[in-house]
């Protein structure tokens, strides 16, 4: 379990387009956000540095 801190995650579209960025990475990747504390919990076995990246190029730079 990885967890991302996402300061520009805000609302439903944002939990959206982080999913989809984490899964182009791992297809089979579990994703759970907590919109509140702008967090996001990830079960993969991707690489860590790979995720970031994906993020970050989705526009959803973890902190």
Do not use: W
């Not at 609302?11 to 297809?27: F, K, L, M, N, S």
């Amino acid at each position: 379990m990885q967890t991302f801190q996402i300061p520009n995650m805000t609302c439903g579209h944002c939990v959206r387009a982080i999913t989809e960025a984490v899964q182009a990475v791992d297809p089979a990747a579990q994703v759970q956000a907590d919109l509140p504390q702008h967090q996001v919990q990830v079960q993969t076995s991707a690489p860590r540095d790979k995720l970031v990246a994906q993020l970050t190029e989705a526009g959803y730079a973890p902190a």
